[in-house]
């Protein structure tokens, strides 16, 4: 790196960035020690071994900056404190593939996000490098599932064989009347949220078997019926057009009653998938042309950030929520006390 990276201070954009994936990064480290803890089919165990030391190299990179650059290194999710050593396994191998894999391909979006936010030399350098280690960790899950059989395909549709033009207003309506067949990129979304509604349900299930507190129970079942509602009204759409929907996976939860995880890092991890979710609906109506599904997703990103909004004030309440980086408050400063 050039000598002026070390007379370039970091931006809002470039520690925000570095503070978010060091969080999450944490998170994985706790979530990868319960899997592998469990696991027990060697090839997906070899998937969890990788993804632990992307995720502990990230963590460990990011804190050498916080020291060089004398801000203060979040506390995150401490191992000791947030996973239970020995606990019985509360999912399947099958989820815990299919969790690295919407965890790989946030990262590869996240890491993407960041690049092209980040100016200094040395950050930029280092998302580089993150997106590539989490692209490797995406194509080795995805290699893995599919020589198990559970990889989840987007569908086959036929190849265009000829050049066309839309010739009809009809083409972005859908409240009345024959709605017409779903473009490839609108099914693929429905496909991946659907997917995404998939795993959120599995991890709340699991999650209100074990929390501590009813309240915090409640709360999960409240995002098991949430994710249910949503995969309905996308296997609606997809049927209509004909398309096969996502498979379930309800059955990769166990009937364990013993908390591996804490109940901040397991509400952390929910709000996490609602928050994600939030964003994948933005990016569905970004591609979507029919205004039915357009109106669809803005219901979608209601609930979801409503409930996710309902595990951020629970989080508030028990002193779990960790300020992120912010500007100062300019008003209160001037009206201190002296």
């Known amino acids: 790196m050039g000598e002026k990276t070390e007379f370039v201070k970091l931006t809002c954009a470039e520690i925000s960035s570095l503070w978010g994936t060091f969080l999450n990064d944490n998170m994985v480290i706790c979530v990868m020690t319960h899997f592998l803890e469990t696991v027990e089919d060697p090839e997906v165990k070899t998937i969890l071994e990788e993804t632990l030391q992307v995720a502990i190299n990230h963590k460990d990179t990011i804190e050498g900056i916080f020291l060089k650059e004398n801000i203060v290194v979040p506390q995150g999710f401490p191992l000791e404190k947030h996973v239970v050593s020995n606990a019985p ?32 030399e040395d950050i930029c350098q280092m998302y580089h490098d993150f997106l590539n280690q989490t692209s490797l960790v995406y194509q080795h899950a995805v290699f893995c599932m599919q020589k198990k059989g559970v990889f989840v395909r987007m569908p086959l549709m036929n190849y265009p064989e000829e050049i066309d033009f839309v010739d009809e207003k009809k083409f972005l309506t859908g409240w009345f009347g024959r709605r ?6 609108e099914a693929t979304h429905l496909m991946m949220n659907a997917i995404n509604n998939e795993v959120g349900k599995a991890t ?17 079942l ?41 109940d901040q890092l397991m509400l952390y991890i929910v709000g996490t998938l609602s928050f994600l979710g939030v964003a994948a609906y933005g990016t569905g109506i970004s591609t979507s042309m029919r205004r039915d599904i357009i109106s669809m997703y803005l219901g979608f990103m209601s609930k979801a950030g409503a409930f ?28 201190r006390k002296n």
Not at 180 to 185: E, N
């Open 89 to 120: 396994r509360l999912f399947s191998d099958i989820f815990y593939m299919q969790f690295v894999l919407q965890l790989a391909r946030y990262g590869v979006i996240s890491h993407t996000s960041s690049l092209t936010m980040s100016a200094r």
């Open 180 to 185: 017409r067949a779903l473009l490839g990129i």
């Open 204 to 220: 709340c299930i699991g999650f209100s078997q074990v929390a501590s507190e009813q309240i915090l129970r409640d709360y999960f």
């Open 222 to 262: 409240r995002g098991k019926h949430v994710c249910t509602h949503l995969m309905s009204s996308i296997h609606e759409v997809l049927e209509e057009s004909d398309v096969p929907t996502a498979m379930s996976w309800d059955q990769n939860v166990t009937n364990s009653t013993t908390s591996p995880f804490s």
């Open 308 to 335: 996710g909004e309902h595990g951020m004030d629970l989080m508030i309440e028990r002193n779990w929520l960790e300020q992120p980086p912010q500007f100062e408050d300019r008003e209160k400063i001037a009206k």
